[in-house]
Each structure stands twice: as C-alpha cells, then as structure tokens.
C-alpha cells in the first residue's frame, strides 16, 4: 500500500523560530511536492524536486526553502516563521513520467505561528 | 499560464441524488491531463478520477464520471447517488504533460454537503 507520512499532523511554533517539516514516501517515487492549502485559495505549490538534491520553485517560494539528501524524503523548511505562515501543508510524490500519473499525498501538517 | 477555475464555493445535496462540480481550465498545450480529489475534514487527499486531453471517451470511476468538454475547457465532476460520506471538498487539477516534474494546478475547491 503506497504511503506518504509527514512527521506531524498539528504543530505550533512562535515567530522567528526555525521549522522543519518532514515528508516520506515509501513508494521509491521520484518527483516530490510540498503544498499550501488557505481557504479560498486551493493548494498552492512551494517547491518540488524531481531527483535527489535537485529542487525547483513553485509558485509561492518566498520564505521557505527545501532540502532532498535521499529519494524518500523532502523536507520542507521556515527559516524564520512567521504568522502568515500559518496553513495547512501538505507533501506528495508521483513518478515521473506520464501524465496520468497520480499523485500521492500526505495526511497534511496543520501548522500555526503566534 | 495554466489557470484551474471552480467557482461553486459550496453546493448542498439532497442523499441519493446526483451532483455536478464545475471546472474550467485554461492551457495553451495540446496535451494535458485533469484530475479531481476530494478532501474530507480529516485532511487527507483522495484521487477519484483521471482524464487526458486526448481520450475519446468520458472517464467514469464507479459512482464517479467526468464531463469532458474540450472544446469548452470544462471538466466537471458528476457523482451520482450522493452519500453522507460524499460530504467533503473537491479539488480539480491540472497537469501539462510536458512540465517538468509533473506539477499539478489545483482550483480553489468545492465544499459539498450532502443532507440525509
């Protein structure tokens, strides 16, 4: 059974901290996401890597970076968090290649910054 | 630039009768792939249907179809026979075959609430 984990469902952290957030697929997928759900807004793309140590801006960067050392995990991280940063994360992972092929998502991190 | 529009916020739906989620997109490709997920309030993203640009025929997945029109650049999401367990968001996304890493575009979803 494919499975995407994230290390947490809820996290709370206070502005200015440092904040990673985890992602592992167990599904040897080569493409990974990390996204951000705000209501009305849909999911946004952060970043996304499709190799290990490659990675490529989505549409909303700014104030985030990530990081791929192995094919399993991508790491999502906040230098500095910061209140409008609060949102919902979510990871996912497909394989490369056609189209049609889904992707898997993770049950999504809910994080909050006071 | 790639643009996914659902502009039905929320719907409400009797049990046991049929829904239609609206979604339009806008591509310049030739080639794209359309996908819906549902959301329950748990969190998690569930994958329910898949179309291609060039398939002929209508994607149907159990009590799940998706009315491709092409020439419009609408996919909508009919589910037939609601159940309370429909109750959910739904998000329609997109992906151009030739974008790297296959990156989705996602709408900003539907909520639907299925009434007993």
């Known amino acids: 059974d494919v499975k995407v984990t994230q290390s947490s469902r809820y996290l709370v952290k206070r502005t200015g901290e440092k904040v990673f957030l985890e992602c592992v697929q167990d599904m040897d997928h080569e493409n990974m996401f990390w996204y951000r759900q705000d209501p009305g807004l849909g999911l946004r793309l952060i970043y996304f890597s499709y190799d290990v140590k490659m990675k490529e801006k989505g549409d909303i960067p700014e104030g985030y970076s990530v990081s791929r050392e192995k094919k399993e995990r991508f790491s999502l991280i906040l230098e500095s968090a910061s209140t409008n940063q609060t949102s919902m994360y979510l990871c996912a992972s497909n394989l490369a290649g056609p189209n049609y092929n889904e992707q898997f998502f993770g049950p999504g991190t809910r994080l909050t910054v006071l | 630039a790639q643009k996914i529009t659902q502009t039905q916020p929320g719907m409400f739906v009797q049990e046991k009768e049929a829904v239609t989620l609206d979604c339009t997109y806008d591509?310049?490709?030739?080639?794209?792939?359309l996908f819906w997920y549902k959301q329950p309030s748990s969190g998690e993203m569930i994958f329910l249907i898949y179309q291609g640009s060039y398939d002929e025929q209508n994607a149907t997945e159990g009590r799940y179809s998706l009315n491709f029109q092409k020439a419009r650049k609408s996919a909508n999401l009919v589910i037939s026979a609601s159940q309370l367990g429909d109750s959910a968001m739904y998000f329609c996304a997109m992906r151009e075959v030739y974008n790297q890493g296959g990156k989705l575009i996602f709408g900003q979803g539907t909520e639907l609430s299925v009434k007993p």
């Open positions: 591509t310049s490709d030739q080639s794209y792939g």
